[in-house]
């Protein structure tokens, strides 16, 4: 099992900036991939960015392409999510998930992670 605690949600300005981490804890070596997604009301649950713990080879969805980072620090197995310009359609609740085996063209797939965090809640006023 690869626990994983997400932190950092809350509510900010549309504009405004915020940092979500997310710890993983257990046997995060049998893990390849981390990846951030969210999921808003009466909406699915979508891809917002993934990276490699080796390499951090990064993937990011359109709608966050030049506004959010994400980076990890591999010492602490933990993965970043840097959201800057945030609008207000990018409220959501904000879940951190880990993959034990990924192809890179499938990173964006739900089901091809395995443990998933509590998610942390973004609000982002206009």
């Known amino acids: 099992q690869v626990p994983l605690v997400e932190s950092g949600g809350g509510l900010v300005q549309a504009g405004g900036s915020l940092r979500l981490s997310c710890a993983a804890s257990?046997?995060?070596?049998?893990?390849?991939?981390m990846g951030w997604f969210r999921q808003a009301p009466v909406k699915e649950r979508e891809v917002v960015a993934a990276?490699?713990?080796?390499?951090?080879?990064?993937h990011y969805a359109d709608y966050v392409k030049g506004r959010f980072t994400i980076s990890s620090d591999n010492a602490k197995n933990t993965v970043y999510l840097q959201m800057n310009s945030l609008k207000p359609e990018d409220t959501a609740v904000y879940y951190c998930?880990?993959?034990?085996?990924?192809?890179?063209?499938?990173?964006?797939?739900?089901?091809?992670?395995?443990?998933w965090g509590q998610g942390t809640q973004v609000t982002v006023s206009s």
């Open positions: 998930a880990a993959s034990r085996s990924v192809g890179w063209a499938a990173v964006r797939v739900i089901s091809r992670y395995d443990y």
């Open positions: 257990g046997r995060t070596f049998s893990t390849t991939t």
């Open positions: 990276i490699r713990w080796s390499g951090g080879r990064a």
